[in-house]
């Protein structure tokens, strides 16, 4: 049980014995061999030049080339190669990579276990994340710890994160704005909220809330989401002495998602007068708050302006859309959100069943929302249970 505060920040503890935490010198360079190659050099820029484009998979071909050419890629090569997987979200490319260095018979240090840690976190697959790390015994640096708690975390495995997190500072890492970040993240909700209330003033006490927006943003969310303490969060949002787009919207949209539509109506118009834009995730926020309260009529304005931004045929907005005008309609109709609904590019399961309720909440259309129901079901659209 946690009982007491976290400890005060103290000096980057070194790690226990370089040698147990760095490769030998002959794993982070090529082999002599390999360095008295003439093409590995070239070779080696053309990859990076690759990856600098997004070109992954031409990358892993000249990766091949290098061993065919007696040019074996090193350690920074393979290091590389997956943060760019990463980077693009091309987690099966970033597995492939993993096999051929496991093949490459190369000694991998911290950095390269590190990024595989972060690659598994990434594509949900805690177990190979959490196996890596344990195989990685005294070569466990403070990243290796930060990124077990933040793999956890972000994969709602909350109190494995806490449970990591205490471990960590048992060993006398203390944590910085990216591992606060995740640890609060792994806090917003109610089970774990008193934990929360911890963290947070170790936050206030670091000075990391006034260093880094996104702790500010998981504080935000930690009150908003665990306790449903909308003052609380606003005060945070109040207390940020830097905002961005990113912290108004999201504020707007746990005022919306609450009960506040018109406070989120409100923090729409601030976030204007200051100067900041809104992008697709703004306005279907305030969309849903014009919903909640009947404003048909500012929702209309709004919508002009999604089409003069080029936003209408996004997914979410075109589904507040829908929703908007289904609701919102004096007379019941739903004509307004089916063009809306024709508009969108792209469905997925959130727009099918948006209009589909429109349909039925009409009242008068059960025959067009069955026609759409099986429209949905022959598309092969993923059917939830509040279809």
């Not at 484009?53 to 090193?74: E, F, N, Y």
């Not at 070569?139 to 471990?167: G, H, K, P």
């Not at 908007?324 to 307004?336: E, H």
Request: hydrophobic share 40%; net charge neutral; with cysteine.
């Amino acid at each position: 049980m946690i009982t007491r505060s976290l400890p005060s920040p103290a000096q980057p503890l070194l790690p226990p014995s370089s040698k147990t935490l760095n490769p030998s010198r002959q794993n982070i360079i090529p082999s002599s061999d390999s360095r008295k190659n003439p093409n590995f050099e070239p070779l080696k820029n053309s990859l990076i030049r690759q990856l600098d484009v997004g070109h992954l998979r031409h990358a892993i071909s000249t990766l091949d080339l290098m061993t065919q050419q007696k040019a074996p890629p090193d350690l920074t090569t393979y290091s590389i190669l997956l943060k760019s997987c990463i980077r693009f979200r091309n987690f099966q490319l970033g597995k492939l990579v993993h096999r051929k260095l496991i093949q490459s018979g190369l000694e991998l240090d911290s950095v390269v276990l590190n990024t595989l840690i972060s690659l598994y976190s990434k594509c949900g697959d805690t177990e190979t994340a959490r196996s890596i790390f344990e195989g990685m015994g005294s070569r466990r640096d403070f990243v290796s710890w930060s990124s077990m708690v933040s793999c956890y975390a972000n994969n709602n495995m909350e109190w494995q994160a806490i449970c990591t997190f205490l471990d960590m500072l048992e060993l006398g890492f203390y944590p910085n704005e990216y591992c606060f970040t995740a640890m609060i993240g792994a806090c917003s909700n109610a089970k774990y909220s008193w934990i929360g209330e911890i963290i947070y003033g170790s936050v206030l006490k670091t000075g990391y809330f006034e260093a880094d927006i996104c702790v500010g943003c998981e504080l935000i969310d930690m009150f908003a989401k665990s306790s449903g303490d909308l003052g609380s969060a606003y005060r945070e949002f109040e207390k940020m002495p830097e905002r961005n787009l990113v912290t108004w919207t999201l504020m707007i949209t746990r005022f919306a998602q609450l009960g506040c539509a018109r406070d989120a109506i409100d923090m729409f118009l601030d976030m204007e007068l200051s100067g900041y834009a809104p992008d697709r995730f703004t306005y279907s926020s305030v969309l849903s708050a014009c919903t909640e309260l009947g404003l048909l009529a500012l929702g209309k304005q709004l919508h002009s302006r999604v089409i003069c931004f080029g936003l209408a045929l996004d997914v979410c907005v075109g589904c507040s859309l829908v929703n908007m005008y289904a609701k919102c309609a004096a007379d019941g109709l739903v004509d307004d959100s089916r063009k809306a609904f024709d508009r969108m590019p792209a469905h997925n399961v959130m727009s099918w069943t948006t209009i589909i309720t429109a349909y039925v909440q009409s009242g008068e259309c059960d025959k067009e929302a069955i026609e759409l129901f099986c429209r949905m079901v022959s598309g092969q659209i993923l059917i939830f249970k509040c279809s």
